[in-house]
Nanobody
Framework: QVQLVESGGGLVQAGGSLRLSCATS????????MGWFRQAPGKEREFVAA????????GYADSVKGRFTISRNNAKNTVYLQMNLLKPEDTAVYYC?????????????????WGQGTQVTVSS
């Protein structure tokens, strides 16, 4: 079992930055690809970014490429999403996800575990 707990969401003005954290439990953290998804009101949950289980590859949605960066600290069993140049359309609930031996991109249906989500609101 893997448990995921997100933190770091909040309200920020357009152009600002936030860093989301996802703390994981479980002794096999290093065998999991970690990702971030988001869901805006009335929309489906969508892929944002992921880091392969090996830590070698990263993947990003086109809408966040160049603004968001995913990283992980295996010693702390934590994955991060640094979000810069935020836009109002980035407003959503952000979810951390894990997929054992996953790559750098997957769909929400392929996720093995989910966090509870953290709200990010970007004002214009």
């Amino acid at each position: 079992q893997v448990q995921l707990v997100e933190s770091g969401g909040g309200l920020v003005q357009a152009g600002g930055s936030l860093r989301l954290s996802c703390a994981t439990s479980g002794r096999t953290f290093s065998s999991y690809a970690m990702g971030w998804f988001r869901q805006a009101p009335g929309k489906e949950r969508e892929f944002v970014a992921a880091l392969s289980w090996s830590g070698v590859s990263t993947g990003y949605a086109d809408s966040v490429k160049g603004r968001f960066t995913i990283s992980r600290n295996n010693a702390k069993n934590t994955v991060y999403l640094q979000m810069n140049l935020l836009k109002p359309e980035d407003t959503a609930v952000y979810y951390c996800a894990a997929r054992q031996y996953g790559g750098s991109r997957w769909s929400q249906h392929e996720s093995s575990y989910w966090g509870q989500g953290t709200q990010v609101t970007v004002s214009s």
